[in-house]
Each structure stands twice: as structure tokens, then as C-alpha cells.
């Protein structure tokens, strides 16, 4: 028989021990060296003091405009328009062709005198009751605005409140300008002043 060789029957168990011997390098390396690492790292960095601070909510606004209005194009008769139209080439004297409002009616006008007495009637006003309202049952008062002059006489009269289209107004205005006051006093002196009168028609 052969001479058997040491080397090759304790090969298997040699690859075995330096196989376990490297894991084992391995492993210490591994414990050893993360410890070491991580402990300067956590020396060498500086503290952060981290602040909680509170936003606010951010409210949205929508500012967007509203869409313009489209533009309608409006037909005209005449084709031959200018573009370049300004206003000083129109001509402003046919303004007066144009359809005008009616000019306020021209009345007296009302001014307010200060008195200390107001006027008096010398006498009950006593309107005539117009057959028209009296035969529709018309009730109602008017209030009547009259310009009574210093001597007492009821010089204009103006309808404030009354009741149109039956006579009513027409028999108040009436009634008052036949009727003669004590004029108002100034400070001890006759003046003329404006006036309101109710008139009170009431069917018995």
C-alpha cells in the first residue's frame, strides 16, 4: 500500500477552519467598526434645535375678473361709416331736432318766510262738495299750499296731496281763496307766508 498524505487528509478540515475563522474576522469587523464609526459621527455633529412654528392657513382669493361681455355688432343702414370717426367731426347743433324731455312745469315757487305767528282764519272754510264725488261717495282730504300775503289774502295755491280726476282739489283751491286770514306776524309785523291747508271732504 501506498504512503497516505497528511496534507490531503487534513485538507477538508483546514478549508472548514479558515472558512470559520473568516466569517468570524467578518463579523468582529462588523460589530467592532459600525460602533466606532457611528460614535464620531454623532460627536462631531452639532446640535439642531428644530422649532415648530405655525403657518396660517393660506386663504385663496379669486381675483379673477369677471368675463367681459361680448360685443354685439348692431346693423346699420349706412354702409359708408368711417372708421376713424371722432367726436369732433360730429356736428352738435342738430341736438336741438332731437326728442327732448318736457321742461318742468313753471309754478311759483315756494320759499319759506319765518314767522312767530302763523295766519288765521277769520272764517270756517267751507268748500262746495263736487256732485261727481257725491254721487260716486268720494271721501278724502286734500292738503292745499297757499301764499297768504301780509293783508291777509290768499294770493296762490298748490295741491301737495289730493284726490285727482274728482272735483275734490279744484273745490278746496276754491274754498280757500275766498276765505281771508289774519296774517302771520314777524316780530310784531304783517308778513306773507306759505302755508299748508288740509281740506277734509267726508259725505254725511
Do not use: C
Not at 467598526?33 to 422649532?51: K, N
Amino acid at each position: 500500500m501506498g504512503k497516505i498524505n497528511p496534507l490531503k487528509h487534513a485538507y477538508p478540515v483546514n478549508v472548514r477552519l479558515a472558512g470559520l475563522a473568516g466569517i468570524a474576522l467578518v463579523i468582529i469587523i462588523f460589530i467592532i467598526f459600525p460602533r466606532f464609526l457611528a460614535s464620531m459621527e454623532f460627536e462631531d455633529v452639532d446640535q439642531i434645535i428644530i422649532e415648530n412654528i405655525d403657518i396660517p392657513q393660506t386663504q385663496q382669493i379669486d381675483n379673477t375678473p369677471p368675463p367681459a361681455r361680448p360685443s354685439i355688432p348692431v346693423p346699420s343702414d349706412d354702409e359708408d361709416i368711417a372708421d376713424d370717426l371722432t367726436l369732433d367731426e360730429l356736428d352738435f347743433d342738430d341736438f336741438s331736432s332731437l326728442d327732448a324731455p318736457p321742461p318742468p312745469p313753471s309754478g311759483p315757487r315756494v320759499v319759506f318766510i319765518p314767522y312767530d305767528d302763523p295766519p288765521v282764519a277769520l272764517s270756517p272754510i267751507r268748500p262746495t262738495y263736487p256732485e261727481i264725488a257725491q254721487e260716486a261717495g268720494i271721501e278724502g282730504v286734500v292738503i292745499v299750499q297757499a301764499f297768504i300775503d301780509k293783508k291777509g289774502r290768499v294770493k296762490e295755491t298748490l295741491i301737495l296731496k289730493g284726490v285727482p280726476n274728482t272735483g275734490l282739489d279744484e273745490a278746496a283751491m276754491e274754498a280757500i281763496r275766498k276765505t281771508r286770514f289774519r296774517p302771520a306776524k314777524q316780530r310784531e309785523r304783517a308778513v306773507g307766508v306759505w302755508i299748508s291747508i288740509p281740506v277734509n271732504f267726508k259725505l254725511k
